[in-house]
């Protein structure tokens, strides 16, 4: 009987359920109609193939749960078309049983080698065959399922890191709010009480030492010629000198006790703590206060020159945001963005800096009537796409140790995309500098 009349005169019975395809490679009609009958009969889808080019072909639309190959065959013998299978990402894992008349133990070494699982001898016996194809399948499929769930289990407990690990970084953002919050805002506090005292007295001294004044310089016109005793300590206290001097002294310690009003003022508005709702803000007076609390690093100093803060402010009307997180994203960016200038200017000469000065450069402004923008820039040394692309993970730093926990960014991206729904993005360039840009809904 030939191939074709085996395979249509013996019409396959119900298929049981979970018994799986079967390739069956030969390239003798009469091993594969034994075959093809043995394992139809038991319930296995077959497929058949006659050498080992059309095995391949039919594997890549057809992928079998097993394939029975014969070592012996003409064209690309079963060895190579084994080697070729377990070489396929795809293909590698379908189990192989050579079919053989070869007893060597060579070729069955060699066989085990190139990946195949087990062999079936020539003649066959129908039982070994039914018993070796069955617990194959079963093996394959019980190494896929253990596969399926370690790799479930391995993807839950990657879930449960990422989880754990962001937990980690809104406690750490929540602790380190609330003591910052806390620590300003009684330094604030503290500060406030005497320095109001001061400030709202000087008023008063200024009046009481010009009353002085005009009276020591009417006391001078009636009485031009003092007696020597007042003559001497007038020459010896400088009078004139002093008469000049005092009243500018009041102005500057009036001027003084405005920048102290004015900072405690900004470490109340940057700290917010008691303002954790969501809430119409000013975001122009939220920068200035941040601005304001880093203003002693943006002034020249004997180690670092001084950086230029270039405003391009726009319209803005009052955002609906958490104003004290917010001032954090301010503060961690603008930070950042002072260490990277501070950083550059280490490695220029004076001449560089002079021709090329440090600045930074905030922008702002409503996109669309429904979104504001707060873009911060710096024009110092960049970064390479690398870095960029890792910088809003948590603890990924590029500071020296002891300088950087690495979270400043990955809490601002937080509390921007999370907390306010917003978008922040970073673009840079080796030795073009950085800029940041910040997107919040309006409402």
């Not at 060895?79 to 060579?106: G, H, M, Y």
């Not at 009046?207 to 009276?215: A, G, K, S, T």
């Not at 002034?299 to 009052?318: N, Q, R």
């Amino acid at each position: 009987m030939s191939l074709a009349e085996s395979i249509h005169s013996n019409p396959s019975p119900p298929v049981e359920a979970g018994a799986g395809n079967v390739l069956v490679v030969d390239d003798t009609p009469a091993n594969l109609s034994v075959l093809f009958d043995l394992l139809d009969d038991a319930g296995f889808q077959v497929l058949v193939a006659q050498d080992g080019l059309s095995a391949l072909q039919k594997v890549e639309y057809a992928p079998p749960d097993l394939i029975l190959l014969d070592v012996m065959m003409p064209g690309i013998d079963g060895f190579e078309t084994c080697r070729r299978l377990k070489a396929n990402p795809e293909t590698q894992d379908i189990p192989v049983l050579f079919i053989t008349a070869l007893s060597e133990a060579e070729y069955k070494v060699r066989g085990f080698e190139l990946g195949a699982v087990d062999y079936i001898t020539k003649p066959f016996q129908k039982e070994e065959v039914i018993a070796r194809v069955k617990t194959h399948i079963k093996l394959s499929r019980l190494t896929q399922t253990l596969e399926d769930q370690v790799a479930h289990r391995t993807q839950a407990l990657s879930q449960s890191l990422d989880d754990l690990h962001q937990m980690q970084v809104q406690l750490v953002q929540s602790e380190k709010m609330s003591s910052l919050g806390q620590l300003v805002a009684g330094v604030a506090h503290e500060i406030n009480n005497p320095i109001n005292f001061i400030h709202g007295n000087l008023s008063h001294v200024k009046n009481y030492v010009q009353d002085v004044l005009d009276f020591v310089e009417l006391y001078q016109t009636h009485y031009s010629e003092p007696v020597a005793d007042i003559q001497a300590a007038a020459e010896e206290i400088d009078l004139e000198f002093l008469q000049e001097d005092l009243a500018k002294i009041i102005d500057s310690m009036q001027l003084g006790t405005d920048r102290i009003c004015q900072i405690v003022l900004s470490l109340r508005n940057f700290s917010r703590v008691d303002q954790s709702e969501f809430k119409p803000v000013d975001i122009h007076e939220g920068i200035s206060s941040t601005l304001m609390i880093l203003q002693h690093r943006l002034k020249a100093s004997p180690e670092y020159p001084e950086i230029k803060v270039i405003k391009d402010y726009g319209e803005l009307p009052l955002v609906e945001c958490y104003p004290g997180p917010l001032n954090q994203v301010f503060m961690n960016i603008l930070a950042n963005a002072i260490d990277a200038l501070d950083e550059w200017n280490t490695r220029r000469t004076p001449a560089e800096i002079k021709a090329n000065p440090s600045q930074l450069t905030i922008r702002t402004s409503v996109l669309d009537n429904q979104w504001i923008q707060i873009a911060i820039a710096d024009n110092g040394l960049g970064m390479p796409e690398a870095v960029r692309q890792q910088i809003f993970q948590p603890f990924f730093t590029t500071k020296p140790i002891g300088k950087g926990t690495g979270m400043g960014l990955s809490i601002s991206h937080q509390i921007i995309v999370e907390k306010h729904g917003g978008k922040l993005e970073c673009c840079s360039q080796s030795g073009q500098g950085t800029e940041f840009l910040i997107q919040i809904p309006l409402r």
